[in-house]
């Protein structure tokens, strides 16, 4: 008697048709399957939750489309929370996340949730008064940030700056007892802080971390050498103390753009003769060099006709010195 892995290969060798013992039987076309309607799939969203502005990917569990901007409360990791709905978790959306959190959400915000979420609020500004004082009586080494509460009170997250290890045992013990709920201790940066707290930035707008950004990109003074930003520290430092984020988003499109100039020190050929670059204009493709006859002049960078070479020292051609990232989290 032949097993069922052998009319298995029986079926997949002969494509449109089936082997049952002597009978030979038509598969029916792809066309006559049932398959489920479109609607029963259900889909998923990118949704924003938490105090850190966290980014997942959230099921439906069947309970309709959301439409971008849609507050809703979701099942997360940590418990129930509020949430803002982003966009459709499209292939491209989830490709741009580095390891979204899962979850699910639950149901669109009725008033009566919002109602709970305005409550909890209050709540937070009593529990963060006492954690404060509660800190400060046992003389712990740390600065109390921020408290946040979850909507269906699972835990409450305590964010706190330290310099060094804290023992914060019994402060967990005495909360716990207060607040009748887990207590979860997170240490942040100085980059976090300003996350939780900060609103506007030098530009007039809100901060970056606190709207768009998910994640803190590297920043270093070399990226503010490049596009000859001043390097005051009270003018490109932001909110947190540390170099500024935006210094970071046009970093790769003036590296790119600088590839295409020749490099400072180098010997170039224009249709006026021989001359030496001196520096770059990188946005607007100028350079300025000085002739053979020691002019230095400004032309655009498709005067150049031939690079020649580049000069021994070549000022900013020369590997830059290591910058200090200012953008590691403490």
């Known amino acids: ?37 479109a609607s029963a799939i259900m889909p998923k969203y990118v949704v924003r939750y938490g105090s850190m502005r966290h980014l997942g990917v959230f099921n439906t569990k069947g309970q309709g489309e959301f439409r971008r901007g849609s507050l809703v409360i979701a099942r997360t990791g940590r418990g129930m929370e509020s949430g803002e709905v982003l966009c459709e978790a499209t292939d491209d959306a989830v490709s741009q996340l580095e390891d979204p959190q899962r979850g699910s959400i639950v149901r669109e915000q009725t008033e009566e949730d919002r109602r709970e979420i305005f409550r909890l609020l209050g709540q937070q500004r009593r529990e963060f008064e006492a954690c404060g004082r509660r800190i400060a009586e046992q003389g712990l080494p740390m600065k109390l940030v921020d408290l946040e509460r979850l909507y269906g009170g699972e835990r409450v997250i305590v964010y706190y700056l330290a310099d060094e290890r804290v023992d914060f045992r019994e402060l967990v013990k005495v909360l716990a007892s207060e607040f009748q709920t887990r207590i979860e201790m997170r240490q942040i940066g100085v980059r976090d802080e300003a996350k939780l707290l900060a609103d506007y930035g030098d530009c007039g707008k809100p901060v970056c971390c606190n709207t768009h950004l998910s994640e803190m990109p590297p920043v270093s003074m070399k990226m503010a050498k490049l596009q000859k930003a001043t390097l005051d520290p009270s003018k490109i430092s932001g909110r947190c103390g540390r170099l500024k984020c935006c210094l970071r988003y046009e970093y790769d499109t003036y590296q790119e753009l600088r590839r295409e100039l020749p490099p400072i020190g180098a010997a170039i050929i224009t249709d006026k003769g021989r001359a030496k670059v001196l520096s770059q204009e990188i946005l607007a493709g100028q350079l300025l060099v000085e002739t053979e006859d020691m002019r230095r002049v400004i032309i655009d960078a498709s005067e150049v006709l031939t690079v020649l070479g580049k000069a021994k020292s070549g000022g900013d051609s020369a590997p830059p010195p290591p910058a200090d990232d200012n953008s590691e989290e403490e």
């Open 1 to 37: 008697m032949r097993s069922r892995g052998y009319w298995v290969a029986t079926y997949l060798a002969l494509g449109d048709l089936v082997r049952y013992g002597e009978w030979v039987q038509p598969v029916p076309p792809l066309a006559r399957l049932s398959l489920p309607p």
